[in-house]
């Protein structure tokens, strides 16, 4: 998230901003998944025409000619852009007739402007096959660093207002992740579950209801651990050390107002609070438990 100390055998380009080149075309796709899918896809088909025009076992007529005939293939999505609906109805669409010019247009007009000129002169300057790979690269370049220099700058001095960034330099790479985004893994042991929960109005360590209750979560896979923690403290992650630094402690106490097996958990998330019906069976249990921490919503409040 932050760059590391610098490299003094590296001479960095002091117009570049700090954070330039740690991010990918794949981490734009994960950013913003239409467009960093579309651009990935119009590197394959930039890729794919280099290929052709290299190939030494084509004559050149065949080169050019399988190069011009070049087209995207649609991409499958539940809310299908604007160039995605036009590929479903044709099969494949050149890339000349999306009518795609050297401009950032936002996805919102949230953002207070329409569109952004890649290059000067950017409006009237048509993405073509032969300047693909140029437009790829500075699209990635503008979502990736220019767009987002002044936010990025506001948020490194804004965190060295709090922790000074010289100090970071003590912490490796997957400590400081650990310690700003807590353990993406969770996982605990029963031994874990009895020594820093807190079972408590009609619950003791020792009642069949939570002891059903602490068998259930030994038994779950990473997924389900998330789905819990999310449900029950509105994080999905653990503070480093797990569930002995989570605070407040996770509280467990019994559902009075359940009716019998067919009630739900509850929670209090702010404190950690699961109100807990007392089930007869742990496979019961399981099911409403994580039948609740897949719902979305304050209704199980």
């Not at 050297?102 to 073509?128: C, I």
Request: proline fraction near 7%; charge should be neutral; include cysteine.
């Amino acid at each position: 998230m932050f760059a590391p100390p610098p490299n003094k055998s590296q001479t960095r380009d002091p117009s570049l901003p700090w954070f330039s080149g740690f991010l990918s075309h794949e981490d734009l796709a994960v950013v913003d998944p239409t467009r960093g899918r579309f651009l990935l896809q119009l590197r394959a088909l930039a890729t794919r025409r280099r290929q052709i025009l290299t190939d030494p076992n084509l004559s050149h007529e065949d080169r050019c000619r399988q190069a011009d005939n070049l087209a995207l293939t649609p991409y499958t999505s539940t809310k299908p852009s604007i160039s995605q609906k036009i590929q479903s109805a044709a099969g494949q669409v050149r890339l000349e007739d999306l009518g795609l010019t050297f401009q950032f247009a936002p996805s919102s007009k949230v953002f207070g402007f329409t569109d952004v000129e890649l290059r000067p002169g950017g409006a009237d300057f048509e993405v073509t096959l032969d300047n693909v790979e140029d437009y790829v690269e500075q699209m990635s370049e503008f979502c990736l660093e220019r767009g987002i220099r002044r936010q990025m700058e506001a948020l490194r001095q804004g965190f060295d207002r709090v922790f000074p960034m010289s100090r970071l330099a003590a912490f490796s790479p997957s400590e400081l992740r650990l310690l700003l985004c807590g353990d993406q893994s969770p996982s605990w042991t029963r031994e874990d579950i009895l020594n820093y929960t807190e079972p408590k109005l009609g619950y003791s360590r020792d009642s069949p209801g939570f002891q059903r209750f602490v068998n259930v979560l030994v038994d779950m896979n990473p997924e389900e651990r998330k789905a819990f923690l999310q449900f029950t403290t509105g994080c999905s992650s653990l503070p480093p050390g797990g569930l002995a630094n989570l605070y407040p402690r996770l509280t467990v106490v019994r559902k009075v107002d359940a009716t019998g097996n067919g009630s739900y958990p509850s929670v209090n998330t702010c404190v950690h609070y699961l109100k807990l019906p007392e089930y007869d069976s742990e496979e019961i249990l399981r099911e409403r438990l994580l039948a609740a921490t897949r719902e979305k919503g304050f209704h199980l409040n």
